[in-house]
């Protein structure tokens, strides 16, 4: 007798009985566990609400649980397995990943990136069959999104207009002219850091 798992369940027993119609036997139960789906992918909790340069390095926990009682850590799981994207874009970067400890089929990672690339939102993919469980069970593909904001872009600095001591568009060396520059910034930008030292 063979059976096939078609769902996760917690325990099944089976047996049989042998009789020849005078006499019957039970045989001794066999005890058995499905597990059938793979560990599953999810990112940890940590404070996501943030904008980075590639100059600057995030730390990011990865959660794996495996619903059955099979996953090893040792055979599992590499950064090369894992595709960043920002703005929804595949992008280049420094990573590695670190497994940092396990409670009961709980195991947690750090992926660290640097170097990252490019301009807008902070996601990543890990591929189908990166983690695989020692039944052979296998993860999906997982597209996973953060709050992180990569900002790689100059800020702008543009001509707007000028004023002041004005004759028909003209000013000679005595006259006081006003002229209005504008910076704008992606994100975030302190003004202090311009002065007039920086103009020509």
């Known amino acids: 007798y063979s059976v096939k798992p078609t769902k996760n369940v917690s325990a099944e027993y089976y047996y049989c009985i042998v009789s020849n119609g005078v006499y019957e036997k039970t045989s001794n139960k066999a005890k058995l566990v499905a597990d059938i789906t793979g560990p599953e992918i999810n990112k940890g909790s940590f404070n996501e609400n943030v904008t980075i340069n590639k100059s600057l ?12 009682e099979g996953y090893t850590v040792s055979n599992n799981f590499k950064a090369e ?3 960043v994207l920002v703005g929804g874009v595949a992008t ?11 409670t009961g089929n709980t195991h947690n990672y750090v992926l660290k990136l640097s ?3 490019g301009n807008g939102t902070l996601s990543f993919v ?3 069959d990166a983690v695989k469980d020692n039944f052979g069970n296998t993860n999906e593909e997982k597209k996973i999104t953060t709050s992180v904001i990569i900002d790689n872009k100059a800020p702008d600095i543009r001509f707007e207009s000028v004023s002041g001591d004005l004759n ?6 005595d006259d006081t002219l006003n002229i ?3 910076v704008v ?3 975030e930008f302190e003004p202090s850091v311009f002065t007039i030292e920086d103009i020509e």
């Open 57 to 68: 390095s995030l730390e990011i926990p990865i959660v794996v649980t495996d619903a059955g």
């Open 180 to 182: 209005i520059v504008s």
């Open 126 to 128: 890990v591929v189908e």
């Open 115 to 117: 170097n990252i690339n």
């Open 92 to 102: 280049t970067c420094t990573k590695t990943l670190e497994h940092k400890n396990s």
């Open 168 to 173: 028909e568009n003209y000013a000679n060396k």
């Open 81 to 83: 397995e894992i595709t």
């Open 185 to 187: 910034e992606a994100e």
